[in-house]
């Protein structure tokens, strides 16, 4: 393709990203733009300019990409708007029975008192889609332009000061040639870019290995795979929060479970699944559908219908694996700066907390009219101040706990809790995902073959089934937004050593193995691109690298309405 003109736009501030994080920040700062100019005019000073702030979103709408075990610590967005639940917060129930539940195959252990990190009550049950969509309107209504449809491509640099992002090429055939449809990206220039892509964010990854801005350690992560089930009213009970192990496969892997009930007998089931899996064989999907054949689980799900179905990684890292939040013309948010209670699986409040810390970092970057590293440092800062801080360093080695052993981590969290995160060692450390998992032939022989389930259409279901619940629409005919870079590697060292594990860590059977024409007896690799749910876990959990998730044109994915 020749060389394409495109548009370019200018402005003060801009976020990439519809999630809890940057819309909290474009809102708050909007409103301290607002009190700044309010204390100018009382005291007879000249008034701030108000910037021109701009949203874009990957989504065809707001909320549609959000996905979230949504039991939500409000007290940021107290702090973001003290009269949240006046103006509108979409609370489904507020958590009045938090319980702590030990699974069996066989039988239920409720916990008598429920531990500290799982204790929900007060909290607000909410969709994370719902609640986005909210924020979305307040920040519209307080004059922020937010452009859903828009995905971010490329960071854009001069030298090592980010100056704003391109879009992505829309119209565009799997050839990589242009359609009648063909619409170029456009360049978007900012003072400031606020990277709040969520997990493992396509321009988030790149800046912080060309910048090198990577924490400590490494980025831990879990899958969460969350179905939305209609139950019967008598099987719904609003107010209750579950969290819970399966054992005794919680001494393999602290894998786990929440349960919560949302409106119209709705109950939203989710379970999280370690990618630092030993084996090849780990497969998040299977897992939740195995944990839904519990007698506990068979028993609230009997009668119901599957609404929605979904999947996300979770950044697990915590403190240590966090990335510098920083550079010249740069800020990261949310989850794509791990902003996530690993202890507590809780990353909402913290994500619209570390938002409004970076829109007072901004504000004083506009009056300054300096967006260099040293004065958004400032973010850092504040940072290092709030409770947000406070508590990921009494979770700070939870992940590393868990990543030594399991059985390690039941020892250490309990001196974790006692001495406000410590523990017993001063600080574990994480490993990337990928490098844990082993060879098939290093595995004892019973663990070598993938374990046999067979899914029965009603309470449980096919990845291929599910993916049709998550309401995921990609144009076939586009250039694949998942780049496998050497498929010779899936054919020959990965069949194997690994025995094709993208086709057990995907939850939407993308990644398939067939038979390769051209070489009787081999397989090659298949990409359905088209059930991608953008998890991210394959860009995540591949041993050998090579997966790149990037985003498709602008507005495809899943629809994660009420998820």
């Not at 600080?427 to 374990?451: G, Q």
């Amino acid at each position: 393709m020749s060389e394409i003109e495109r548009e370019s736009m200018e402005v003060d501030v801009l976020y990439v990203g519809a999630g809890p994080a940057n819309l909290a920040s474009a809102y708050h700062l909007m409103k301290q733009v607002e009190a700044h100019n309010e204390a100018a005019a009382a005291q007879g000073r000249e008034p701030m300019e108000p910037p021109v702030i701009l949203v874009i979103e990957k989504a065809a709408g707001i909320g549609d990409h959000q996905l979230s075990g949504a039991v939500i610590n409000t007290a940021a967005f107290a702090e973001l708007m003290p009269d949240f639940v006046e103006q509108g917060f979409p609370t489904e129930y507020v958590c009045d029975d938090a319980q702590f539940i030990a699974f069996t195959m066989k039988h239920t252990f409720k916990s008598p008192i429920c531990p500290p990190m799982f204790q929900k009550k007060g909290y607000h049950v909410a969709s994370l889609s719902n609640v986005v969509k909210w924020l979305g309107g307040k920040c519209e209504e307080a004059g922020i332009e937010i452009y859903p449809g828009f995905a971010a491509a490329e960071i854009l640099t001069e030298g090592n000061r980010v100056i704003g992002v391109r879009t992505g090429d829309m119209g565009i055939d799997s050839s990589g040639s242009p359609k009648p449809t063909f619409q170029p990206g456009m360049d978007i220039l900012a003072k400031v870019t606020v990277l709040g892509e969520g997990v493992r964010g396509t321009l988030t990854e790149e800046v912080i290995k060309k910048l090198g801005l990577q924490g400590e350690h490494p980025q831990a992560f879990k899958t969460g795979i969350k179905e939305i089930w209609r139950v019967k009213p008598e099987n719904h009970k609003p107010g209750r929060v579950i969290h819970g192990s399966l054992f005794p496969d919680a001494f393999k892997s602290l894998d786990g479970m929440w349960l919560y009930d949302m409106k119209d007998n709705l109950v939203s089931f989710g379970y999280v699944t370690s990618l630092s899996a030993k084996n090849p064989n780990n497969d998040p999907h299977l897992n939740a559908q195995r944990f839904k054949t519990t007698p506990f689980m068979r028993k609230l799900l009997e009668g119901g219908e599957l609404v929605r179905y979904g999947a996300k990684c979770v950044p697990m890292g915590g403190l240590f694996s966090q990335p510098k939040l920083y550079a010249d013309g740069l800020m990261l948010v949310g989850d794509g700066a791990g902003m996530l209670n690993p202890m507590k699986l809780a990353g909402v409040h913290l994500a619209v907390k570390t938002g409004m810390l970076a829109a007072d970092a901004i504000l004083g970057a506009l009056a300054s009219d300096d967006f260099g590293a040293s004065k958004l440092g400032d973010y850092a800062e504040s940072y290092k101040r709030s409770w947000a801080y406070q508590e990921h360093l009494e979770a700070r080695n939870f992940e590393g706990s868990a990543d030594l052993s399991p059985l390690f981590a039941f020892m250490n969290i309990p001196a974790m809790l006692i001495t406000r995160g410590r523990g017993l060692l001063a600080k574990v450390p994480v490993h990337a995902p990928y490098t844990a998992m082993k060879k098939i032939w290093e595995l004892p022989l019973a663990e070598r073959s993938k374990p046999e389930f067979q899914f029965d259409g009603k309470l449980t279901f096919s990845k291929e089934h599910l993916v049709g619940f998550s309401g995921t629409q990609h144009e076939a005919d586009q250039p694949a937004h998942l780049k496998v870079a050497d498929r010779d590697i899936c054919a020959t060292a990965c069949a194997r050593d690994y025995g094709n594990p993208c086709e057990n860590f995907c939850p939407a059977a993308v990644y398939e193995m067939v038979e390769d024409p051209d070489n009787a007896g081999s397989k090659k690799l298949f990409v359905h691109h088209e059930n991608c749910v953008h998890c991210k876990t394959c860009d995540i959990a591949d041993p050998y690298q090579i997966i790149t998730w990037t985003p498709p044109e602008g507005g495809e994915g899943p629809d994660y309405t009420q998820m």
